[in-house]
């Protein structure tokens, strides 16, 4: 727990920051939740922004912006090729990350799709703490494979571990000698672990990892999407780190990879994303391919004004009372929600609030997705929209079977400096309520169901009358209120 943030004695997330430009939202009656939700497909990834009432779907693209992000937005360079405002990005990255070469691209996809045209041969494995839905697609797309190895600490839903991210050294060597590193693509660290709970990694895991890939001669890959929730997290749960400044720990992570990624949709609170790189045959191979998916060598895909407004969000990124205000805020909904014994991931990491629906909807085969329908219940209760991280989320198998996912999560995002904590409370409240009523949620099955990334346009119905039992309770308990 980081004392600068923290009001003493008690468990209040204290605000580093003040709202000066706001937006209305709106919060409809029960009936009206439940038909936007019906209109979706029970799929909250296709709900419309303006029925919902807060957006905790992701952090992408949706953090707030400071002022001086958008002044920087007003002086920027625009040029096809060779933008001042491209130069200026490339040396804040440069100078935080100590890295010789950037390649921008339109955001943290983009530079998978690249990295495995680079690095992924048909039949390869990639070794990775955990994957992420869009990293899995684009190397299985490439002909690869991926294999995890968290630790086990990372599948238990509650932990001391504060590092759950990290991976299982011992599981690492054995699959490298298994499959002898010709056939190992990458490794793959993902910082603030996406899939399960935002869970951090150790700079001692990153460590050993590094020495393990280069004495095999291993490329070693790092994905810094979440890496501002993760350098909270070294910070204050580190004790080697506590008084380091933060540049220093990015700098001391980067110098352990070969090649380092970002969703800028995430890290710097703008949009966009880029590759970092030191190894210049590397840099070559991977450059072939920016102008052919992404754009000119000096945008990548991004507009000038989010190229400017990422080089100042790159920077705050280097204060503690920035990194702070999404984990601060993480962990007041965690104590909330326990407080209440609503079941979520321990300890809170960053990203957002994961809600075990294993637990909370234990009566769901795992096959009627559990997660996904108390996401879909979660937004009838309350307007909340979050999102399904669970068995939907996967891919199915070769054979069509289903693929179990390890854990059910619905994850509040908490995007970074977006809601006050009366919001918090209020969607701590409403889930405390389908908490006591939880039996009343049944399972969903799909009526469309896509091939490739099914839980992004998928569409699917409850099973059973549910939707409307939920929403009849709704009425009963609350009477005339929202
Ligand atoms: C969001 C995310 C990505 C993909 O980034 P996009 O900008 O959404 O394409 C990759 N890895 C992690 C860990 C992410 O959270």
Same mark, same amino acid.
């Given at each position: 727990m980081s004392k600068v943030t923290f009001l003493s004695g008690e468990n209040i997330p204290l605000e580093m920051h003040k709202v000066r430009m706001v937006q209305k939202v709106n919060l409809l009656p029960v009936e009206e939740r439940l038909q936007s939700m019906r209109e979706a497909g029970f799929n909250t990834f296709l709900l419309k922004n303006r029925d919902v *009432? !807060?957006? !905790? &779907?992701? @952090?992408s693209g949706v953090n707030a912006m400071s002022q001086n992000q958008y002044a920087a937005m007003m002086q920027a360079d625009d040029s096809?090729? %060779?933008s001042e405002t491209y130069y200026r990005l490339e040396a804040v990255l440069q100078d935080i990350f100590g890295m010789k070469h950037f390649l921008p691209a339109h955001q943290g996809r983009a530079c998978e799709h690249i990295i495995a045209k680079t690095l992924v041969t048909p039949g390869s494995v990639a070794l990775m703490n955990y994957h992420f839905t869009t990293t899995k697609a684009h190397i299985t797309l490439t002909g690869g494979s991926l294999e995890e190895l968290i630790?086990?600490? %990372? =599948?238990?839903?509650?932990? @001391?571990? $504060? =590092?759950? %991210?990290?991976?299982d050294i011992g599981k690492l060597n054995e699959a490298i000698k298994r499959h002898g590193k010709d056939k190992i693509s990458f490794v793959r660290i993902e910082a603030g672990t996406n899939l399960i709970g935002g869970q951090p990694v150790s700079m001692a895991n990153m460590r050993e990892v590094s020495r393990i890939c280069r004495s095999g001669g291993i490329k070693l890959v790092y994905d810094a999407s979440l890496l501002s929730d993760n350098l909270y997290f070294i910070k204050t749960r580190d004790p080697g780190y506590q008084d380091a400044d933060i540049k220093s720990i990015v700098r001391e992570i980067a110098s352990l990879m070969d090649i380092v990624y970002f969703s800028a949709r995430k890290l710097g609170s703008a949009r966009g994303g880029g590759i970092l790189v030191s190894d210049d045959e590397l840099f070559l191979k991977m450059r072939e391919l920016v102008p052919l998916y992404e754009g000119f060598l000096t945008y990548g895909g991004m507009s000038v004004r989010e190229m400017e407004a990422l080089s100042v969000g790159l920077q705050e990124t280097m204060d503690i009372d920035v990194i702070s205000q999404t984990p601060i805020i993480v962990e007041a909904l965690c104590n909330e929600l326990l407080a209440k014994g609503v079941p979520v991931v321990t300890p809170p990491g960053g990203l957002g609030c994961h809600v075990d629906a294993m637990q *909370?909807?234990?009566?769901? $085969?795992?096959d009627q997705y559990p997660a996904g329908a108390l996401a879909a219940a979660i937004f009838i209760a309350s307007g909340v929209r979050c999102m399904e991280r669970g068995t939907m989320s996967e891919q199915r198998n070769e054979d069509g079977s289903e693929r179990m996912a390890e854990m059910e999560l619905a994850r509040l995002a908490v995007p970074r400096r977006v809601f006050t904590l009366s919001q918090v409370k209020y969607t701590a409240d409403r889930i405390a309520w389908l908490y006591q009523n939880r039996r009343l949620i049944g399972g969903l099955e799909f009526t469309e169901e896509p091939?490739? &990334?099914? =839980? =992004?346009f998928g569409r699917l119905q409850p099973i059973g009358g549910w939707a409307e039992q939920l929403a009849e309770q709704f009425r009963k308990d609350f009477g005339d209120s929202l």
């Open positions: *009432f !807060m957006d !905790m &779907l992701t @952090d096809y090729a %060779g630790g086990d600490e %990372g =599948f238990k839903i509650n932990s @001391d571990e $504060p =590092f759950k %991210g990290d991976i *909370f909807c234990s009566h769901i $085969p795992q091939k490739v &990334l099914r =839980f =992004f």
